[in-house]
């Protein structure tokens, strides 16, 4: 018999546009349910948004319905007698006319999420390794659902901040500026002036800083559009070809195209964004590829560079705000990136290549999705 699992490679699931949290979790149980002999199926979970406990029951197709009583017992967790290891399948008492199976897939609050399971007759090793399987990636989808959640907490707290301070910062810039360039004019023929200019190039400076953090933390309305994916990542390319030529870097780009549904100057930034980083690693000579796989309802983009990698601290911090590892850089690039394509119901996530380099990839929809569009 092939047992099928719904189980992605370790380092794109927590990235990839997926399913919504309880859509995840029945559809691990029905495929649990669709092998003999499991009969039942009990997933015991915690929801960090409703910050309660959530279970899933699913049965095989045409078997009965256990009884009030009977899953009373279950949920009663009096057969638990121990904190097993997780991702271990362990056997339990189960008291009724069926074999019982728990496969924890982690600790919240001191209690056990897990995979409860009743079966016709003992499960086999090869069944036990399914299981296992199974609960891995639930584990995993319940940390991704865990990050996510922490970065939608982070956004919404820089949202609040920029509010606040944003119009009360444009005001002092704007009066800096006004006196610098008063002085630069009244400055002619001193070798002061050459200093009040630079006084106006750096709030100019601070201007376009502030733009990125204040268009990182606004609510997106979306002017999406029907736009081919070659022309906009042209576009991107062309506005970097000066810093392309410098470092000698060959831009490797399907012939083949795409039309999305996307806000262009907005996804223009986010090519920008990547680009940009691409070639600020990129050794000299070295190659940037850039390619596309379009699917029924999803394009997979992904930009990669031949530099040092991705360390796995920086793994965890490069889509946080204010966090950069260029120099002089504002961290706000990749966060700016990450919101445009989160808003486009999509999502945004990096990993380092095998053979050195670090690889950026987006999911992007094909069809139009529910956006708030621009009246």
């Known amino acids: 018999m092939t047992l099928g699992l719904y189980l992605k490679p370790t380092n794109h699931l927590h990235l990839e546009k997926t399913p919504s949290l309880e859509g995840f979790i029945k559809l691990q149980a029905e495929q649990l349910t669709s092998h003999y ?66 496969c924890p897939i982690g600790y919240k609050n001191q209690k056990p999420e897990y995979i409860q399971i009743l079966s016709h007759q003992p499960l086999p090793l090869n069944f036990r390794k399914y299981v296992k399987n199974a609960a891995m990636s ?120 795409a039309t999305l549904p996307l806000d262009k100057l907005q996804m223009k930034q986010v090519f920008d964004n990547l680009l940009s980083n691409a070639i600020h690693f990129s050794p000299k000579e070295g190659a940037i590829t850039i390619s596309w796989q379009i699917f029924n309802s999803e394009a997979l983009i992904k930009i990669s560079d031949q530099g040092q990698g991705i360390s796995q601290e ?33 999502n945004l996530w990096a990993h380092s290549l095998p053979g050195g380099g670090a690889q950026f990839s987006l999911i992007l929809p094909t069809k139009v999705q529910n956006y708030e569009h621009d009246k």
Not at 190 to 205: G, K, L, N, R
Not at 336 to 342: D, F, G, P, R, T
């Open 37 to 102: 002999p499991i009969y039942f199926i009990r997933i015991f979970y915690y929801d960090l948004v409703s910050k309660t406990y959530q279970e899933v029951l699913k049965y095989a197709e045409e078997q009965p319905r256990l009884s009030q009583r009977e899953i009373a017992y279950l949920r009663s967790e009096t057969w638990l007698t121990d904190f097993p290891d997780i991702w271990h399948v362990h056997e339990f008492n189960v008291n009724l006319e069926y074999f019982g199976y728990v």
């Open 314 to 346: 920086d793994m965890q911090k490069i889509f946080n705000p204010f966090y950069s590892r260029r120099q002089g850089g504002t961290g706000l690039g990749l966060t700016i990136a990450k919101k445009i394509v989160l808003d486009h119901s999509g």
């Open 138 to 257: 639930l584990t995993q989808y319940l940390d991704i659902n865990s990050e996510n959640l922490q970065q939608k907490s982070k956004i919404q707290l820089l949202e609040h901040v920029l509010h606040k301070v944003g119009h009360q910062l444009r005001n002092y810039l704007a009066l800096i500026k006004l006196y610098a360039h008063n002085l630069f004019l009244g400055l002619q023929d001193s070798s002061w002036q050459e200093q009040a200019q630079v006084i106006c190039e750096s709030v100019d400076d601070l201007d376009a800083n502030l733009t990125d953090i204040i268009s990182c933390g606004q609510q997106t309305i979306l002017r999406v559009t029907p736009q081919d994916l070659k022309s906009l990542v042209d576009e991107s390319i062309k506005s970097f070809l000066p810093l392309i030529n410098q470092k000698k870097l060959k831009v490797n780009i399907p012939e083949s195209s």
